[in-house]
């Protein structure tokens, strides 16, 4: 019995852990907008999710609150077979979801979309969150962004780990 609440105990602080990973790393992608030019920019700024209901739920929080220069944010819950002919600022993909970055690519490939995985070490991406328990970081890939006419902040290589 008291191995049972001591499973307990534990998948409980580890759930906890991840919910509030999740928050730091949409106050994270928050941040990132913030320091990317972006072209072409009216109406609303929106935030696609692949995969992760609890990534959609802490940017819908962020949302509610938040604008980016001076656009209400939209985030909505994406399919990723059904980009095509869409604008997505911003396309976050969970880790279960990365094994389609190649296919979201094809379908983004000219729009000024930044890709956000949240697999470390993943190519083809703009930025990968690092998984890390200590703390949050992330690969920056200037190359991909700059290819989607995307301008990098100064201030952003600087947070990241660059790639090339």
Not at 53 to 76: P, R, T, W, Y
Not at 90 to 109: A, M, P
Not at 110 to 127: E, V
Not at 131 to 140: C, L, P, R, V, Y
């Amino acid at each position: 019995m008291k191995k049972m609440y001591t499973l307990i105990v534990l998948l409980c602080i580890a759930w906890g852990a991840e919910a509030q990973n999740y928050k730091f790393q949409a106050l994270f992608m928050y941040n990132i907008a913030q320091r990317i030019e972006w072209p072409n920019l009216a109406g609303e700024f929106v935030i696609g999710v692949i995969g992760s209901k609890e990534m959609h739920q802490e940017l819908e929080s962020i949302a509610q609150k938040k604008q980016l220069f001076g656009n209400s944010i939209k985030v909505v819950h994406v399919n990723a077979d059904e980009l095509s002919g869409k604008l997505y600022h911003v396309l976050y993909l969970d880790r279960s979801s990365s094994v389609k970055l190649g296919d979201v690519k094809k379908q983004v490939v000219s729009k000024p979309t930044l890709l956000i995985t949240d697999k470390n070490g993943l190519t083809g991406g703009g930025i990968n969150f690092i998984d890390n328990s200590s703390k949050i970081e992330f690969e920056i890939f200037p190359t991909v962004i700059k290819s989607h006419q995307l301008h990098l902040s100064g201030s952003l290589l600087n947070l990241g780990i660059v790639r090339e």
